[in-house]
């Protein structure tokens, strides 16, 4: 069954370093999003991807938050200079028509 | 503002009980409410609704939306230990970025 991948699975970072976070979505789909989950809070909304642009995004996704599809398969969440604040779960999710599929998350920590 | 309000925040049961999960919504352009399974790390994907009145259903879960009332229920019968998660529901909204809202979740906890 296909499926949402992402790497790394986990990542520690030092404040103001840029980070990548990765994901492969399944492969016929055409909407991409990007979510975080703060621990012990709910999942948030950062960003939509669709025709390679941004549909839309959150207040959360600032100046320090770019997406890119770099390639057919790859779709990147960088963040150019990380915040003690930005430690959370990222989930990349993809979507055909209807329901969205999430990926296993990368679990950012930043020093 | 859109938001999306899940009840309770917390459920203990014991293996065999009957649970009911509550989700009500305030969005504007609504579309779709899905509800997910979170164990782990990823939400996984259990059922969306669209449609008032419809019964969705799998196995021992199912799920039903109010789009008149503005909430969806999800039941779980014959509750087992793998049932223990957070359960989360999300709705959608434009069609066009269809983001997801989420809830903060309920936790179920089913002891043997």
């Known amino acids: 069954e296909p499926e949402v991948t992402q790497t790394p699975s986990h990542q520690v970072t030092q404040m103001g370093q840029e980070v990548i976070l990765r994901c492969v979505p399944i492969?016929?789909?055409?909407?991409f999003y990007w979510y975080r989950q703060i621990l012990g809070q709910k999942v948030e909304f950062l960003v939509s991807?669709?025709?390679?642009?941004?549909?839309?995004k959150s207040e959360i996704f600032d100046d320090q938050f770019s997406v890119e599809r770099p390639d057919g398969s790859n779709f990147t969440l960088k963040i150019r200079s990380t915040k003690l604040e930005d430690s959370a779960m990222y989930f990349c999710?993809?979507?055909?028509?209807?329901?969205?599929?999430f990926g296993p998350g990368t679990r950012l920590t930043v020093t | 503002e859109d938001k999306v309000v899940q009840s309770p925040l917390s459920l203990v049961v014991h293996e065999g009980d009957t649970v009911t999960l509550n989700c009500s919504y305030e969005v504007t352009n609504f579309r779709s409410l899905l509800w997910y399974k979170q164990e782990k790390k990823a939400p996984t994907f259990l059922f969306m609704l669209?449609?008032?009145?419809i019964e969705k259903k799998s196995g021992r879960l199912s799920s039903i939306l109010d789009k008149k009332e503005l909430f969806s229920i999800l039941n779980i019968t014959a509750t087992q230990t793998g049932d223990s998660a957070v359960y989360l529901c999300?709705?959608?909204?434009?069609?066009?970025?269809?983001?997801?809202?989420f809830g903060t979740g309920t936790r179920l906890q089913v002891f043997p």
């Open positions: 669209t449609s008032s009145g």
């Open positions: 492969s016929n789909h055409l909407y």
């Open positions: 999710a993809s979507r055909d028509y209807y329901e969205q599929y």
């Open positions: 991807f669709y025709n390679n642009e941004i549909s839309e």
């Open positions: 999300a709705v959608g909204g434009a069609y066009n970025t269809d983001k997801l809202i």
